[in-house]
């Protein structure tokens, strides 16, 4: 009926136009550190949570056999992260660390694998680690009072994606976990853009 006809519509709109930001959504940051070529404002303590937080969800998602469309955009933020977090160790000249690293990333995603009480558990402690990502890297805006070196337009992908994963979840899964992390990683991400705004506007005002 029609009214199964609209929830389709918007569902894949909303999949749609996740996935078409979430494939965008680090080039703005990865541009402006290159052009830069200093991490200062990132928080490299923030991006490793965060990496962290999307391959618990990704593993989570996987493992439960939930829709493909409904996180699809992950392991593409995974890519991005990657990508930039490589940047931040080579503009800092500790390029050597990647290679730790990738053990451990790699090696937790398949412990997590192992057993369903593992990824359940670890599933609920993501929106605290993904919160806790966000929180450092609000502290390391406040720290440096710069987000010169910050893309805005990033975080604000950020909030839009969680926003429109907030009512794919509701579609689709339901699942309270999910839809919690959703409705938490919205909040901070808005919180994150709004001080990136701040900061670049007062910095604009100083110059």
């Not at 940051?29 to 962290?52: C, D, F, M, W, Y």
Request: with cysteine.
């Amino acid at each position: 009926n029609d009214s199964q006809l609209l929830l389709k519509w918007l569902l894949d709109s909303l999949n749609l136009s996740t996935l078409l930001a979430c494939t965008v959504l680090k080039l703005p940051q990865i541009a402006l550190l290159t052009r830069t070529k200093s991490p200062k404002g990132i928080s490299v303590r923030g991006l490793i949570l965060e990496l962290s937080g999307y391959i618990v969800f990704t593993t989570y998602e996987m493992y439960h056999e939930y829709p493909f469309a409904t996180y699809l955009e992950y392991p593409i933020l995974i890519a991005q992260d990657t990508v930039l977090f490589l940047l931040i160790l080579h503009y800092n000249g500790n390029l050597r660390q990647s290679l730790i690293y990738s053990l451990i990333f790699v090696g937790g995603s398949q412990l997590l694998m192992l057993k369903s009480w593992i990824i359940d558990s670890a599933m609920s402690l993501c929106t605290f680690i993904s919160a806790s990502s966000r929180f450092a890297q609000l502290q390391c805006l406040w720290q440096t009072k710069d987000a010169g070196q910050v893309s805005a337009l990033t975080w604000a992908m950020s909030t839009y994606t969680c926003m429109a994963r907030i009512l794919t979840t509701v579609l689709t899964s339901g699942d309270l976990k999910v839809l919690l992390r959703f409705v938490v990683m919205t909040t901070l991400n808005g919180w994150v853009l709004a001080t990136v705004v701040f900061y670049k506007q007062n910095g604009q005002k100083l110059k």
